[in-house]
């Protein structure tokens, strides 16, 4: 009987117009939560490094990260680049197992992402052009360097570059160090 008369009396029409709204406005905030670009890992280094300059960071520990899950048994170099009025020449030498080279777009994707062999060192040697079909002249002829790698070129607007070194100890922090100090990316033609 009383569910015969709480059936009469709650209005079915607005009730289902209350879950057809409450569902719009969740994916609708979803959506945005999604596409909210102001806490992202390029957002947070652009404030905070140069632009276009490989910079050498302090080791992660507790009390000191620049991003979340760093690894505090390595060592990173770090360079926000933007292209919208020149190319980025990005070169790095890997040495060793263990040694990485990444190029991370803006919202985060993976757009170029080298590891070191274990056989022999791999040079990097890559450049980053704006990705608006711009026509920035012929790059000049390839040039032949003992130990290179073929000259690479991929598109993005903005991004981050991030050389991660291994840390093997104190023996061998200022060999590590000298060699991230090697990598550059730098402004300029091809």
């Not at 490989?54 to 507790?62: E, F, G, L």
């Not at 919202?107 to 070191?116: K, M, Q, R």
């Not at 450049?127 to 002829?141: E, K, M, T």
Request: charged share 20%.
């Amino acid at each position: 009987m009383k569910l015969l008369r709480l059936w009469r009396i709650v209005d079915w029409r607005l009730m289902l117009i209350f879950f057809l709204v409450a569902a719009i406005v969740h994916l609708v905030v979803t959506f945005m939560a999604v596409n909210d670009q102001r806490g992202t890992a390029y957002a947070r280094l652009a404030r905070m490094l140069p632009h276009n300059m490989m910079t050498i960071t302090d080791p992660a520990s507790p009390h000191h990260q620049l991003l979340p899950f760093l690894a505090p048994d390595a060592r990173y170099a770090f360079c926000p680049f933007e292209t919208a009025d020149t190319t980025m020449r990005v070169r790095a030498l890997l040495p060793d197992l263990g040694w990485t080279l990444g190029i991370y777009a803006a919202d985060g994707s993976n757009l170029y992402f080298a590891a070191a062999s274990a056989d022999r060192e791999t040079s990097i040697d890559l450049s980053i052009v704006p990705a608006d079909n711009r026509f920035l002249g012929l790059p000049p002829p390839a040039a032949v360097q003992e130990g290179i790698d073929t000259q690479q070129t991929i598109a993005a607007q903005r991004g981050l570059i991030v050389v991660r070194a291994p840390d093997r100890g104190e023996p061998y922090r200022a060999e590590s160090k000298a060699i991230l100090a090697k990598a550059t990316c730098t402004a300029g033609r091809i």
